[in-house]
């Protein structure tokens, strides 16, 4: 009998991740590409009168509205001003899609899952080891690999799926 393949295994090859790499400040992030739907660039985002302070607003994606969230409020990090670099990175967690303001996207690459670490102390403690999945070390620098289906907390991620779904009810009317 054939031993199942895991869940993502079309997407990749046996001992490797493929990462959307992204900067928040000066710190270097990847993320699993299979979670991500889309980047897109910096676009018109409007706000949401008393949302929580790491949701930046809603935005109309080809005729979809879509939650967009600050990612370095989530993280407790430093605010950088946007500019021509800034991007949304468009992902679906728990069956929600919404976005991620980054400071810049850079690139996509294969990391072999041997040069992934638990991440150290000093990095797990200064942005949270709940969705950092790990460290992944590459020639000359590191890279702070995020789990995206942990990156909202419960009550955080109820919090967007009632304003996608209110949006979303306004869209249909």
């Known amino acids: 009998m054939a031993e199942k393949q895991p869940r993502d295994a079309k ?3 046996s001992d490797e ?3 959307v790499v992204f900067n928040i400040g000066r710190e270097e ?3 699993e590409i299979v979670r991500v739907q889309e980047i897109i660039r910096m676009t018109s985002i409007t706000g949401i009168p008393q949302a929580p302070d790491y949701i930046r607003g809603i935005i109309n994606l080809r005729g979809r509205i879509i939650v967009v969230l600050n990612l370095n409020v989530i993280m407790g990090m430093e605010t ?6 800034t991007r949304i990175i468009v992902a679906n967690i728990d ?5 991620f303001i980054v400071d810049s996207v850079s690139e996509v690459i294969r990391l072999p899952e041997k040069n992934v670490e638990p991440a150290p102390a000093v990095i797990a403690g200064k942005i949270g080891t709940e969705y950092v999945m790990g460290v992944g070390k590459m020639e000359d620098r590191l890279l702070i690999l995020l789990d995206l289906d942990r990156m909202l907390g419960r009550n955080q991620l109820l919090s967007v799926q009632k304003i996608s779904t209110q949006v979303s009810g306004v869209e249909a009317a």
């Not at 950088?80 to 670099?85: A, G, I, K, L, Y």
Request: charged share 30%; aromatic share 4%; glycine share 10%.
């Open 29 to 31: 992030f990847g993320v």
């Open 17 to 19: 991740l493929q990462l």
């Open 80 to 85: 950088r001003e946007q500019d021509e670099n």
């Open 95 to 99: 069956e929600t899609v919404m976005g």
């Open 11 to 13: 997407t990749r090859s």
